[in-house]
């Protein structure tokens, strides 16, 4: 394996890199670069023959993002059926807490932002970003037990789910029945392709999968169903037997492509230049309904979970553990932003304010998790050292009798 994929596949530098592109489209947008820029995004390809005729950065979002979450899809299925959600004793521990991770900044965000129009946007906290939060586990967790990485990813997992059905119902438009059932019918297809990727004929029906693949995001995006969506599933009916390399081949790229890519076109937005009292009210309740209402709700909910947790489930991991685990929740950056861009399609306004608030919102949480991470890996490292300096009483018998 190379050195670049080795980087690419690693916890800590994708977030890095993710987080250094977003700061770089929000530069770009404010310094004299924003208008070339801008008319480079804003300009139009379709495809013949197809009513699909999309800007630049809406290719991006409705079609390069596809490919990320055709991944999580996959990675959805492994976890649902071989890993960390694959019971219900295991699962309801994060469950209980992903509940009260989403419920708790929706009912934060309504109470600050009131009624329409700013309301449309109470579903942009409630996303927690995989690759963020793992990343800053990874670097300021040495120590940590295995059990809080385990119950962060379940608890990610189970939020992009949530996310995933917000953007399939919530923002579908003029939907057209016809192409929707031919996409579910591509979908179909897809699954029973893969179920042939075996001997000789291995090339031959991956290329057809692909072909099928984007015939599925076609389909999907022409019938008002955000393309995405199309990503999703086409990854959670593959086969389990090909799906382990497909997401394996496919990681680098998106972590060192599809992602940077995605973040610097939804980050390039123009700081308002307006005082605070004329902001949003979208602006400050996702603001504080991110880092604050994820710790919280995650944080309470997961103390109920320890509560109540069912006989023969794994040990709870420590409420101060899950307080961390709150905060790295608070990191929502690409779904987050892929919500904003959807909640506020109507309004530029209002969408530029929603993006820059889920940006300083990630980065607050981020610096949270990051001091609360800290603090549980040096407290974990303490127990750990008192652990090992303790004297082991079979040792000191043997020593004793010896000395008899």
């Known amino acids: 394996m190379s050195r670049t994929s080795r980087l690419l596949r690693s916890p800590q530098f994708p977030a890095i890199l993710l987080l250094a592109t977003a700061g770089l489209g929000l530069l770009l947008a404010n310094l004299p670069t924003h208008d070339a820029i801008a008319r480079m995004l804003g300009a139009h ?95 300021f967790g040495r120590g940590l037990p295995s059990a809080v990485r385990a119950f962060l990813l379940a608890l990610a997992i189970l939020d ?21 059932g031919l996409g579910v019918l591509a979908v179909i297809v897809f699954a029973v392709l893969s179920r042939r990727l075996r001997g000789s004929a291995t090339p031959v029906v991956a290329v057809l999968m692909a072909i099928v693949g984007v015939v599925a995001w076609g389909l999907f995006a022409a019938s008002g169903v955000h393309a995405t969506i199309a990503g999703v599933m086409v990854g959670l009916v593959m086969a389990p037997r090909a799906a382990d390399p497909t997401r394996h081949a496919l ?91 959807l909640a506020f399609a109507g309004d530029a306004a209002v969408k530029d304010q929603a993006i820059l608030a889920v940006l300083l919102g990630s980065v607050i949480a981020l610096v949270v998790a990051a001091v609360l991470v800290s603090w549980r890996a040096k407290v974990h490292r303490a127990i750990g050292d008192a652990e090992d300096d303790e004297p082991d009483e079979d040792e000191d018998e043997e020593a004793y009798g010896d000395e008899r």
Do not use: C
Request: proline share 8%.
């Open 160 to 180: 992009d789910i949530v996310g995933i059905v917000f953007i399939a119902v919530l923002f579908a438009h003029g939907l057209n029945l016809l192409l929707l």
């Open 251 to 341: 990681e680098p790229w998106v972590n060192g492509l599809v992602l940077p890519l995605f973040a610097f076109v939804a980050a390039f937005v123009v700081i308002p230049q307006v005082p605070l009292e004329e902001l949003s009210p979208a602006f400050f309740a996702i603001l504080v309904a991110l880092p604050v209402g994820k710790l919280i709700g995650i944080g309470a909910f997961g103390a109920l979970a320890q509560l109540i947790r069912p006989r023969g489930a794994p040990p709870a991991i420590r409420f101060p553990d899950v307080l961390a685990a709150g905060a790295l929740g608070g990191i929502g950056f690409t779904v987050s932003l892929l919500l904003a861009n």
């Open 45 to 139: 390809f379709g495809i013949p023959g197809t009513a699909l005729d999309l800007s630049v950065s809406h290719w991006v979002s409705d079609g390069v993002l596809a490919i990320f979450f055709f991944v999580v899809a996959l990675e959805l299925q492994y976890e649902l059926t071989r890993g960390e959600l694959n019971s219900v004793r295991v699962a309801i521990q994060p469950a209980i807490a992903a509940a009260g991770g989403i419920l708790v900044p929706i009912a934060l965000y309504l109470w600050i932002a009131g009624s329409d129009p700013s309301a449309a946007g109470w579903p942009i906290p409630t996303a927690t970003d995989i690759a963020f939060a793992l990343g800053v586990l990874a670097v």
